[in-house]
């Protein structure tokens, strides 16, 4: 597979080029291509989907349930992402969503100090909503 986003609304790209898209899963399913796989965050197992999957326990506007594992899932998500369609979603695609997004952000270079704001600059001024998750990013690493 070599099949990455076009880079439009609710892509994030990174400073390595690498783009993944963001969303909410309370809202329709975006026209054009599919995901090859997508990473879930979300207090109940999400329903299944048509693409490869992996499903994080993340309460909203929480952090995740199991730590050492959201960030193993972000470093396969980051990788598949230089060759695949590759997505994260919470229910609304904010807050979660864009808390995963500054921790790939992150992992890809961006200082965590200043990786919300990055996020906020390139996916959406609405991402990351409570203290703790910005916290959470300014430690994660």
């Not at 963001?22 to 990473?39: E, S």
């Not at 960030?71 to 969503?97: H, I, K, N, W, Y």
Request: include cysteine.
């Amino acid at each position: 597979m070599n099949a990455t986003w076009e880079p439009t609304e609710g892509v994030l790209q990174l400073p390595s080029g690498r783009l993944i898209r963001g969303r909410g899963l309370r809202k329709p399913l975006p026209p054009g291509p599919q995901p090859d796989f997508a990473l879930y965050l979300r207090g109940r197992q999400p329903p299944t989907v048509d693409w490869e999957s992996h499903w994080v326990r993340w309460p909203d506007f929480w952090l995740p349930t199991d730590r050492t594992a959201f960030a193993e899932s972000l470093r396969d998500l980051l990788e598949r992402a230089e060759s695949q369609r590759v997505e994260v979603a919470c229910g609304g695609g904010f807050g979660r969503t864009g808390t995963a997004l500054a921790c790939l952000a992150v992992l890809d270079g961006i200082p965590s100090d200043k990786a919300v704001a990055y996020v906020r600059e390139h996916y959406s001024h609405r991402a990351v909503e409570t203290p703790w998750q910005r916290r959470f990013v300014a430690r994660f690493g």
